[in-house]
């Protein structure tokens, strides 16, 4: 009698192990809601489609080109122009060229082929600004010194002239 409940302890450990530990080791229980959430039901196969439904519709007007007022916030003031243009008293019809957001906004939804020319042009035009600044700031910086040494020349100039009319 002693062997077979030995045998009975010896196994329940791993029997044990395998049954509980290992399980929630390979496929751990998540942890209980809090108690102050409520559990939804679950939905309806006809709830379901109308989710997914109205998800491909979302999802098929991101897809059209008009990006939308949002994007585009003075929109108010080319349609003045357009009616002062189409009065006749503006010049001649001239097209604009999209805003940088316009811009990276249709390259972001032709994928990321469109969107690094984009980018490439975004970086581009702000380097050759930076260049640029950097350019006249340098150009006015060597101005404003060749400003103080002539106003220094000439003090110096002056105190010589000064000291050389003063008789010793």
Same mark, same amino acid.
């Given at each position: 009698?002693?062997?077979?409940?030995?045998?009975?302890?010896?196994?329940?450990?791993?029997?044990?192990?395998?049954?509980?530990?290992?399980?929630?080791?390979?496929?751990?229980?998540?942890?209980?809601?809090?108690? @102050?959430?409520?559990?939804?039901?679950?939905?309806?196969?006809?709830?379901?489609?109308?989710?997914?439904?109205?998800?491909?519709?979302?999802?098929?007007?991101?897809?059209?080109?008009?990006?939308?007022?949002?994007?585009?916030?003075?929109? @108010?003031?080319?349609?003045?122009?357009?009616?002062?243009?189409?009065?006749?008293?503006? @010049?001649?019809?001239?097209?604009?060229?999209?805003?940088?957001?316009?811009?990276?906004?249709?390259?972001?939804?032709?994928?990321?082929?469109?969107?690094?020319?984009?980018?490439?042009?975004?970086?581009?035009?702000?380097?050759?600004?930076?260049?640029?600044?950097?350019?006249?700031?340098?150009?006015?910086?060597?101005?404003?010194?060749?400003?103080?040494?002539?106003?220094?020349?000439?003090?110096?100039?002056?105190?010589?002239?000064?000291?050389?009319?003063?008789?010793?």
């Amino acid at each position: 009698m002693l062997v077979p409940m030995k045998l009975k302890e010896v196994f329940q450990k791993p029997r044990d192990y395998i049954r509980y530990d290992l399980k929630e080791i390979a496929f751990p229980s998540s942890l209980p809601d809090p108690p @102050h959430i409520k559990k939804r039901r679950k939905l309806t196969w006809i709830e379901r489609y109308y989710v997914i439904r109205e998800a491909c519709r979302l999802y098929a007007a991101s897809w059209v080109r008009d990006l939308g007022p949002e994007l585009r916030p003075n929109d @108010h003031k080319q349609a003045e122009e357009d009616k002062y243009n189409q009065d006749g008293g503006g @010049h001649e019809n001239k097209k604009k060229e999209p805003s940088t957001l316009e811009d990276l906004a249709v390259s972001a939804r032709g994928g990321m082929e469109t969107l690094l020319p984009a980018l490439q042009r975004l970086y581009m035009t702000r380097a050759s600004a930076y260049r640029d600044a950097l350019k006249s700031f340098i150009e006015g910086y060597q101005e404003g010194i060749q400003n103080v040494m002539e106003k220094n020349i000439e003090r110096e100039s002056e105190k010589d002239g000064k000291d050389s009319e003063k008789p010793t």
